[in-house]
């Protein structure tokens, strides 16, 4: 019997009606970015009138204590279930790259003598950026040591599970790795972690949204992510963190600010924090940004993250077999697990002029991946809008572009792609 085609599968899929909730100006282009940009959700425009025009404009700073005040903790316990973490385990804060300070700073600290922060050489840059700025920074004499990768695509988690002993205070990795997207094994790494006394720090700006994450499973520490990747919060929405809830009032907050004083309204000299989540907050939120989060949230509790990851795998799935049938022999290479248990949802493909066919796609096919150096082109699948169709016109651009040579052609390297 023939493979069903991208349109039998559309018909099929479960999740179709969430496409029209995304606003589509342009109904042909193929967006395969939304792991690091995600579509705007309708909804978010009518909410994005409301907070200017009714919130803001009309109620003024009585907003605040109208429900701004409670909004970081509100949108966290909606991401909550996303996660797998509890309510009052979550809150929305500033960057990911600041939360991600926050909490490592705080974990070493806690284990001020253990002298090991972990982590690996497929992490978003900005992560070992900030990782090494904390251990400058945490008391005690922290150092990062960085565990390769055997091969660029799957996580070091032998070298992991080797190196931990009671010098690692932190374990620190993305849960989906941006690269390659590899996808670690959440349970066991942590167990292991904890095994040794080490405490763990997840990174899910790949995974929350795309993956099933149950942190409660196995009592993850901490975490940080963004929002306005598979969750559809909108240019630097703000992040999301956890802390679990234990752990709550016994870390710090290196960043202790107003936001996160047990009487903020007391104006009193010294800081005291609040108990729970609310003191790893330091100052005012974003409120117009903040509020644009829920929208997306709100379609990904509803769709079920189980009927997600069932169609991200699907479509992952299929794109790779376009791979292997049709670009094998044009000259790309799969730089994403095979296994799908260890991937999350983004397929990165490897050619030697990749930066050339990410640039023809974009200007020629109306297809958006997204490059990432020094030869990947990244294609994210976002399940709740994406469809098997654009997998075949992504297939399809890319095999035009290498057949008619156009991946030859010189380019330069834009300053943003
Ligand atoms: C996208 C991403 C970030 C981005 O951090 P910002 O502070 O929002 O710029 C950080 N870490 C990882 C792993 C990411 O994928």
Request: proline share 7%; glycine share 8%; with cysteine.
């Amino acid at each position: 019997m023939a493979e069903p085609s991208s349109a039998d599968r559309d018909a099929a899929d479960a999740l179709r009606r969430f496409r029209e909730r995304f606003a589509f100006p342009d109904p042909d282009l193929v967006y395969l970015d939304g792991n690091s940009l995600g579509r705007l959700p309708v909804a978010a425009v009518d909410r994005a009138a409301a907070v200017i025009g009714d919130e803001w404009g009309d109620r003024l700073i009585r907003a605040w204590n109208e429900g701004w005040w409670e909004t970081p903790l509100a949108i966290g316990d909606a991401i909550g279930p996303l996660i797998g973490a509890r309510p009052g385990e979550v809150a929305i804060a500033d960057s990911t790259s600041v939360n991600l300070f926050k909490l490592a700073v705080a974990a070493m600290d806690h284990q001020a003598d253990r002298p090991v922060v972990l982590t690996d050489d497929l992490n978003f840059p900005s992560d070992w950026y900030i990782l090494e700025a904390a251990a400058r920074r945490a008391d005690g004499n922290h150092r990062v040591e960085v565990l390769r990768s055997p091969d660029w695509i799957h996580g070091p988690v032998d070298a992991i599970i080797d190196r931990l002993n009671d010098d690692v205070a932190l374990l620190s990795l993305s849960l989906v790795t941006y690269g390659s997207g590899y996808l670690y094994d959440l349970e066991r790494v942590t167990a292991a972690a904890h095994a040794a006394g080490a405490m763990v720090l997840w990174d899910l700006s790949h995974a929350a949204g795309a993956v099933p994450i149950d942190l409660g499973s196995v009592g993850v520490d901490l975490t940080v992510g963004c929002t306005y990747k598979y969750l559809n919060g909108g240019p630097g929405s703000p992040a999301f963190l956890s802390v679990r809830t234990d752990l709550q009032d016994v870390l710090g907050n290196p960043v202790a600010g107003w936001w996160g004083h047990a009487t903020p309204f007391g104006f009193d000299p010294a800081y005291r924090p609040t108990s729970g989540i609310r003191h790893f907050l330091t100052g005012t939120a974003p409120m117009v940004s903040m509020a644009l989060i829920e929208p997306g949230v709100t379609m990904l509790a509803e769709a079920g993250i189980a009927a997600l990851r069932a169609k991200s795998i699907a479509q992952t799935t299929y794109l790779i077999e376009r791979w292997r049938t049709d670009l094998v022999p044009l000259g790309f290479t799969l730089g994403t697990p095979a296994d799908p248990d260890r991937r999350g949802s983004h397929v990165s493909l490897d050619h030697p002029q990749a930066l050339a066919i990410d640039l023809a796609l974009i200007a020629d096919h109306g297809v958006i991946p997204d490059f990432r150096p020094p030869a990947s082109i990244r294609f994210g699948i976002a399940p709740l809008y994406n469809t098997f169709a654009d997998l075949d016109r992504a297939a399809e651009a890319m095999i035009e572009v290498v057949t008619s040579g156009r991946h030859l052609d010189p380019v330069d390297q834009p300053a943003v792609t």
